[in-house]
């Protein structure tokens, strides 16, 4: 077991070299770096200016015919102003170099400034953690502990009319996008047109400082409430479907035949034998489902709950060229889904320990 631990690990580094190489030399030849989205904003600034001037009526030339700085659009700056913002940006160096630089900071988890909202990378990273995992923590549990007992339930009954309504139901909400119905979810609940329970916006109240432990608690939840319900909406068909061909593949199988000829009790079948080789797969995936509820699901919903999460930080970062944030999330959620699919193959051996990826 130690051994097969050691190799995943050793397998890790690799990976993630790969990964944050691929990325980084597709980001750094894009069009529309931070350089070039600074000398827009410094130009934008500046043909404003002019524009008040000259009455916004008249053509304005180039206050300076620069030389070619290697960046389109930079043309009437002073090249000396460029290449101060290419300085500012650590653009001044070349790309290997940068390259290098990066690789030798994310070995020390030393991930620098964020170029455009001027704090630590880390820092940023932690003040959005605890919306990220509200959301993902609290959506997982919630569709597991619902599909799996449905699921169970509807092995037990296959073909009923529970088993086909459930069915119906489920594959409704999967086809319902969690965005859609969080916009119903804002206009019946939050917007006032038609009740006014729930918080538009926000993880806590304001005075939540002021509050006692258990107030706390409520308002946090209160807070939280739409949110998760239109995250979780369409997460339950492909869980409970998953239990139930899961379940009805092992109570068809020759050893629950023969359990029941012994004359065992029904309920000890299902819960000590079947239960068992059933909920393999879908214990061993947990970790998996946390991790992309945790960093892919939930863009949307921040947006539309004004949640500052780590989904929107890694967007808004994208969309202005933010490197230092952009890589050190990527580093970061590709370290994170390699462990934890570590984790879990480790959970496959320890539900069933006839599987051993050691002995493979």
Not at 35 to 48: K, L
Not at 77 to 93: N, R, W, Y
Not at 114 to 134: A, E, H, Q, T
Not at 276 to 298: D, H, K, Q, V
Request: aromatic letters at 14%; hydrophobic letters at 50%.
């Amino acid at each position: 077991m130690a051994a097969y631990i050691f190799r995943r690990l050793l397998l890790v580094i690799p990976t993630l070299w790969a990964i944050i190489t691929i990325n980084f030399f597709i980001i750094q030849v894009a069009p529309g770096g931070p350089v070039e989205q600074a000398i827009a904003q410094i130009q934008g600034q500046a043909n404003g200016t002019m524009e008040r001037f000259t009455g916004g009526g008249q053509e304005v030339a180039p206050a300076n015919e620069a030389k070619s700085t290697g960046y389109k659009g930079s043309r009437g700056l002073d090249p000396e102003v460029v290449e101060s913002i290419k300085k500012q940006f650590g653009f001044d160096k070349p790309i290997l170099e940068r390259y290098t630089d990066m690789l030798k900071n994310y070995v020390t988890f030393h991930f620098g400034e964020s170029l455009f909202r001027g704090g630590n990378v880390i820092d940023l990273i932690k003040d959005r953690l605890p919306v990220s995992i509200s959301l993902g923590l609290w959506s997982t549990l919630i569709i597991y502990f619902v599909s799996i007992p449905l699921g169970i339930t509807k092995a037990i009954h296959h073909g009923s009319r529970f088993d086909v309504w459930s069915s119906a139901l489920v594959i409704v909400g999967y086809a319902i996008p969690g965005f859609l119905f969080a916009i119903i979810l804002i206009i019946l609940f939050a917007s006032g047109n038609y009740f006014d329970w729930f918080p538009l916006r926000g993880l806590v109240s304001d005075n939540f400082a002021q509050m006692t432990w258990y107030q706390k608690i409520g308002d946090y939840f209160w807070h939280m409430a739409l949110p998760i319900v239109a995250m979780v909406i369409g997460g339950f068909a492909t869980l409970s479907m998953l239990t139930k061909n899961s379940f009805l593949d092992e109570i068809n199988k020759q050893y629950v035949v023969t359990a029941r000829a012994k004359g065992l009790d029904e309920g000890a079948i299902l819960y000590k034998h079947v239960f068992r080789n059933a909920m393999l797969i879908i214990i061993a995936g947990f970790p998996a489902a946390f991790i992309s509820i945790f960093f892919t699901g939930s863009m949307l919903i921040e947006v539309m709950f004004s949640l500052d999460g780590i989904g929107l930080l890694g967007f808004e970062a994208t969309i202005q060229r933010d490197y230092p944030l952009v890589f050190s999330s990527l580093y970061i959620m590709t370290l994170l889904g390699l462990i934890l699919s570590i984790i879990s193959d480790l959970t496959y051996m320890w539900v069933d320990p006839r599987i051993d990826f050691e002995a493979r």
